[in-house]
T-cell receptor, first 114, second 116 residues
Framework: AQSVAQPEDQVNVAEGNPLTVKCTYS??????LFWYVQYPNRGLQFLLKYITGDNLVKGSYGFEAEFNKSQTSFHLKKPSALVSDSALYFC????????????FGAGTILRVKS | EAGVAQSPRYKIIEKRQSVAFWCNPI?????LYWYQQILGQGPKLLIQFQNNGVVDDSQLPKDRFSAERLKGVDSTLKIQPAKLEDSAVYLC??????????????FGPGTRLTVT
């Protein structure tokens, strides 16, 4: 069965410092991986995806993610954090089932302090 | 381009009452999803439609939950009767569909349901 693990409930980082939000996955076959962000009282917003190609994927708002097949990881990164990046981040993997549904991790709260 | 619309945004009901949520997907999106997001957890798929047909409803509690997508556009999710454990945010999402090759889903703002 497909699954995603986000090992950190919360990540704290100072404004201007680099940030990393971790994600590991388990899926049969080639992984299709996604990152979403959720602000309070809002729906999930798509940030970026990996389907194939370059292991470093660039997305919205200056975020990028690094796909590592040997470590089955897909960590979200940003070179310089902003206070406005504070939100709840979800990693997801496409399930290899009828309908190709997304299976989400439990989420990681990112707090950026000024 | 308009996003996914949902209503109502908030709903408070007593247990054993019924409730309905409405979703209008992005125009042209063939696939529509309903997710349940319990506090502190990631979204869990309840049901997925491709046009007006059900693709996956394996995690839908069919004794109390029902959903329809008549005409392949708008969708309604209903709970009858509600239980305390149904308190959650119900998210609707849409995507172009499996033949587009993109796979990302676009989410509405959600409906926060509180069952007392």
């Amino acid at each position: 069965a497909q699954s995603v693990a986000q090992p950190e409930d919360q990540v704290n980082v100072a404004e201007g410092n680099p940030l990393t939000v971790k994600c590991t996955y388990s899926v049969s076959g080639n992984p299709y991986l996604f990152w979403y962000v959720q602000y309070p009282n809002r729906g999930l917003q798509f940030l970026l995806k990996y389907i194939t190609g370059d292991n470093l994927v660039k997305g919205s708002y200056g975020f990028e993610a690094e796909f590592n097949k040997s470590q089955t990881s897909f960590h979200l990164k940003k070179p310089s954090a902003l206070v406005s990046d504070s939100a709840l981040y979800f990693c997801a993997v496409r399930a290899v089932t009828k309908g190709n549904k997304l299976v989400f991790g439990a989420g990681t709260i990112l707090r950026v302090k000024s | 381009e308009a996003g996914v619309a949902q209503s109502p945004r908030y709903k408070i009901i007593e247990k054993r009452q019924s409730v309905a949520f409405w979703c209008n997907p992005i125009s042209g999106h063939a696939t529509l999803y309903w997710y349940q997001q319990i506090l502190g957890q990631g979204p869990k798929l309840l049901i997925q439609f491709q046009n007006n047909g059900v693709v996956d409803d394996s995690q839908l509690p069919k004794d109390r939950f029902s959903a329809e997508r008549l005409k392949g556009v708008d969708s309604t999710l209903k709970i009858q009767p509600a239980k305390l454990e149904d308190s959650a945010v119900y998210l609707c999402a849409s995507s172009l569909g499996p033949y587009a090759g993109t796979y990302e889903q676009y989410f509405g703002p959600g409906t926060r349901l509180t069952v007392t």
